[in-house]
């Protein structure tokens, strides 16, 4: 299953390109013209939920309690940061494909513990 996922600004955009690569449809922050703004995270959200994507973002608290306000959304993937960008896409490919449906869903991915 592929989803249709906007990246905020805080995505790297090795991520974005492995995501694709995966076979993910991830619209930009950059290439919707919505960069360098300062454009206030429900705006965010508001914004991929009108064009029917899930958020990607590295900015987990703030979009869990925005989930816990408006809950009727496209869907949120939030994740911690990983310097494996490839890794990283790999484990939101599963978590993506083993939800199915991300409507009103929050997926949380997180970096493996090493050590």
């Not at 360098?36 to 965010?44: F, K, L, N, Y």
């Not at 990283?88 to 991915?109: F, M, P």
């Amino acid at each position: 299953m592929s989803a249709k996922l906007y990246a905020d600004e805080n995505v790297p955009r090795l991520l974005v390109q492995a995501l694709r690569r995966l076979g993910h449809d991830v619209l930009t922050c950059q290439e919707a013209g919505n960069a360098g703004q300062a454009i206030p995270d429900d705006e965010v959200l508001r914004f991929a939920t009108e064009h029917d994507r899930a958020v990607l973002t590295m900015n987990r608290r703030d979009f869990f309690r925005l989930h816990r306000q408006r809950p009727a959304h496209a869907g949120i993937v939030a994740c911690t940061e990983d310097a494996d960008c490839d890794g990283q896409a790999g484990r939101i490919h599963e978590a993506i494909t083993a939800l199915g449906d991300l409507r009103s869903e929050v997926v949380r991915v997180n970096r493996p513990r090493t050590g």
